[in-house]
């Protein structure tokens, strides 16, 4: 891809010629977080939720960062742009070492990286696998170290899937790249928040709209069982917005993507935060 705007460190310029040290930390330990800030008909989506959460991700990984700072790379890599719809990738790591070692220097300064890209938000039809959770025990903090999500990703994609939903020890934590919600009897269930589950922005303000519209929710600990009585299933995230499940290619269950639960959800969702008028 050409043309993409990007910034590193301050610095604006193309993505394609953006350089970063085969030392930084990112790259060698993973040791970095990122947000996905999405924007629609040139409005951000939920902006104070990501950069509170980005915050907290740095906050728990114990990386210093100038909050300011990375507001204003960010709305500067917006108003670079020349497109409506889309989304910003931002990521912030522990720094750039002399030399590859676990343990870092405390003076090390964060580096930040971002850039901004297009989007098209009609909603998907996705095809998914379950599949064991393979991830690291602190998935509430939203790092780069995805190779879990990655590694299953990459399995189900060679049989045909867009997405994966992930259990531990046959309870349901998360898909790959979003939060899960699926209805039985007309009510939605989601799994509640822990260490195994990432508190996804589009899940709370989804939640925050099921409240105002008294549509039943029960957050809790469900099961691969409970999940195969399910009608309708959906996941949500930043760039998906919420997309029904139209097929679990390794579990027996029948699904409707036209659901009158989900649809409900989809279009007080859609109205709020995606809408032209």
């Known amino acids: 891809m050409t043309g993409i705007q990007g910034v590193l460190n301050g610095n604006f310029n193309l993505l394609e010629k953006i350089k970063v040290s085969p030392l930084s930390r990112a790259y060698t330990f993973s040791d970095s977080v990122y947000e996905v800030i999405p924007f629609f008909n040139n409005n951000f989506i939920a902006f104070n939720d990501h950069i509170k959460r980005l915050k907290k991700s740095c906050d728990s990984l114990s990386i210093n960062i100038n909050l300011e700072e990375v507001k204003l790379e960010i709305l500067e890599l917006f108003d670079r742009k020349d497109f409506f719809d889309g989304y910003i990738y931002y990521q912030i790591s522990r720094g750039v070492d002399e030399i590859r070692s676990h343990m870092h220097d405390d003076n090390i300064r964060s580096e930040r990286f971002g ?13 998914v696998m379950i599949f064991d959770d393979l991830r690291w025990g602190r998935c509430d903090i939203k790092t780069t170290s995805l190779l879990g999500n990655v590694q299953t990703m990459n399995e189900a994609r060679k049989n045909g899937c867009d997405e994966i939903i992930m259990h531990k020890d046959n309870i349901l934590t998360e898909a790959g790249a979003s939060n899960i919600f699926f209805v ?10 822990s260490n195994n589950i990432l508190p996804g922005i589009t899940r709370q303000l989804l939640i925050e709209i099921m409240h105002e519209n008294s ?46 639960v989900f649809l409900k959800c989809k279009n007080l969702f859609a109205s709020r935060f995606l809408s032209r008028s």
């Not at 039985?184 to 928040?193: A, C, E, G, M, Q």
């Not at 299933?233 to 917005?241: A, M, R, V, Y």
């Open 115 to 127: 850039y901004i890209k297009d989007h098209n938000f009609e909603t998907q039809h996705l095809s």
């Open 184 to 193: 039985i009897d007309n009510r939605v269930f989601t799994p509640s928040l």
């Open 215 to 260: 549509i039943e929710l029960s957050e809790g600990k469900f099961n691969i069982s409970e999940l195969k009585k399910s009608s309708c299933i959906w996941l949500c995230s930043s760039t998906k917005g919420l997309a029904p499940v139209c097929e679990i290619k390794n579990l027996d269950v029948e699904l409707d993507v036209d659901n009158k």
